[in-house]
């Protein structure tokens, strides 16, 4: 049997919970599927199939409106929309338990709207114009003790989790090494990634490790070096006896001071020199790696290639 759109008129009091009997729900009235594409029936068997489970009991904890927020509220701190850094799970559990939890609500409303648009022509309720209205709000803050249309409730947590897979913000690999000490920077032979919600982690072979964001409109922001590997130490051993200074390393890889003054200090090398006319090259230094592999035939600064077919 389709679903079908009950007849239960408005009631008088605010809310009220109503007997799906053939009375309220006939065979003949009409189909909430009308129109709706067979892209997205998969949205309405599974709410069936969930109603007709909860109904049974064989759900019994989602009949708890405070489990179905927290489930939404962490379905969001999976996928990033959280304002600040967010601990573990029980963390996230205790802090939307309490409302505490400080979730992007302007941007759930965007991407959620978005993910669940097909519902506009049967419950134009749900939404101000492209945007889901404001009722989403109660969703995200635990202490608005106020109640959600239940069709609302589980669009809302279907939607955010089809956001999670439909986003897939990084292209497939490999991806580019942004070592600016390594030979190969810019060849694309980065095949490590470890992607949470918008955040993507970029492990090269070389050790470089760093980080890009992908914003609500999809664009990448800059490379974040997070962890330089084993050839910024080679770097400071390097350069440090030159007697180009400091300054002219951190200039030479487009660092800052913090980051080279602490791999200095790790090695125990004491003050920079610094000798006039003086200046440091990274061909220089890439030639000096050269040397050390022919010295050295186990050493190797060369990672694993993987030829990228669309030229990007």
């Not at 239960?8 to 009308?34: E, F, H, K, Q, Y």
């Given at each position: 049997?389709?679903?079908?759109?009950?007849t239960?008129?408005?009631?008088?009091?605010?809310?009220?919970?109503?007997a799906?009997?053939?009375?309220?729900?006939?065979?003949?009235?009409?189909?909430?599927?009308?129109?709706?594409?067979?892209?997205?029936?998969?949205?309405?068997?599974?709410?069936?199939?969930?109603?007709?489970?909860?109904?049974?009991?064989?759900?019994?904890?989602?009949?708890d409106?405070?489990?179905?927020?927290?489930?939404?509220?962490?379905?969001?701190?999976?996928?990033?929309?959280?304002?600040?850094?967010?601990?573990?799970?029980?963390?996230?559990?205790?802090?939307?338990?309490?409302?505490?939890?400080?979730?992007?609500?302007?941007?759930?409303?965007?991407?959620?709207?978005?993910?669940?648009?097909?519902?506009?022509?049967?419950?134009?309720?749900?939404?101000?114009?492209?945007?889901?209205?404001?009722?989403?709000?109660?969703?995200?803050?635990s202490?608005?003790?106020?109640?959600?249309?239940?069709?609302?409730?589980?669009?809302?947590?279907?939607?955010?989790?089809?956001?999670?897979?439909?986003?897939?913000?990084?292209?497939?690999?490999?991806?580019?090494?942004?070592?600016?000490?390594?030979?190969?920077?810019?060849?694309?032979?980065?095949?490590?990634?470890?992607?949470?919600?918008?955040?993507?982690?970029?492990?090269?072979?070389?050790?470089?490790?760093?980080?890009?964001?992908?914003?609500?409109?999809?664009?990448?922001?800059?490379?974040?070096?997070?962890?330089?590997?084993?050839?910024?130490?080679?770097?400071?051993?390097?350069?440090?006896?030159?007697?180009?200074?400091?300054?002219?390393?951190?200039?030479?890889?487009?660092?800052?001071?913090?980051?080279?003054?602490?791999?200095?200090d790790?090695?125990?090398?004491?003050?920079?020199?610094?000798?006039?006319?003086?200046?440091?090259?990274?061909?220089?230094?890439?030639?000096?790696?050269?040397?050390?592999?022919?010295?050295?035939?186990?050493?190797?600064?060369?990672?694993?290639?993987v030829?990228?077919?669309?030229?990007?």
């Amino acid at each position: 049997m389709p679903l079908r759109i009950a007849t239960v008129a408005g009631a008088a009091i605010r809310w009220s919970l109503v007997a799906a009997t053939s009375a309220n729900c006939p065979d003949d009235a009409p189909s909430m599927l009308a129109g709706v594409e067979d892209g997205h029936l998969d949205f309405f068997v599974g709410m069936a199939e969930d109603a007709i489970s909860i109904l049974h009991g064989r759900s019994f904890p989602f009949r708890d409106r405070t489990v179905w927020q927290l489930t939404f509220q962490e379905e969001c701190a999976a996928r990033s929309f959280v304002s600040r850094k967010g601990g573990q799970l029980p963390e996230v559990r205790r802090t939307a338990l309490s409302g505490r939890l400080p979730l992007k609500i302007d941007a759930l409303r965007v991407e959620i709207g978005k993910s669940i648009a097909f519902l506009k022509p049967i419950q134009p309720e749900l939404f101000d114009g492209d945007r889901c209205g404001p009722w989403l709000k109660r969703l995200c803050r635990s202490n608005i003790r106020k109640h959600v249309n239940p069709i609302a409730t589980y669009a809302a947590i279907q939607g955010i989790r089809t956001i999670g897979r439909k986003l897939g913000p990084f292209p497939a690999p490999p991806w580019r090494c942004h070592n600016p000490l390594a030979p190969h920077r810019g060849e694309w032979v980065v095949v490590d990634l470890d992607a949470t919600g918008r955040t993507g982690r970029f492990t090269c072979s070389c050790g470089y490790v760093y980080t890009r964001n992908v914003n609500l409109e999809g664009k990448l922001s800059a490379p974040r070096a997070r962890r330089w590997g084993p050839l910024l130490p080679m770097f400071v051993a390097w350069a440090h006896p030159r007697g180009a200074g400091i300054t002219s390393a951190i200039r030479c890889i487009g660092t800052t001071y913090k980051t080279v003054r602490d791999a200095a200090d790790e090695m125990g090398l004491g003050p920079w020199p610094r000798r006039k006319g003086v200046e440091l090259s990274m061909a220089d230094f890439h030639d000096h790696l050269a040397a050390t592999k022919r010295n050295e035939p186990y050493f190797t600064t060369k990672p694993l290639h993987v030829a990228r077919s669309d030229g990007k």
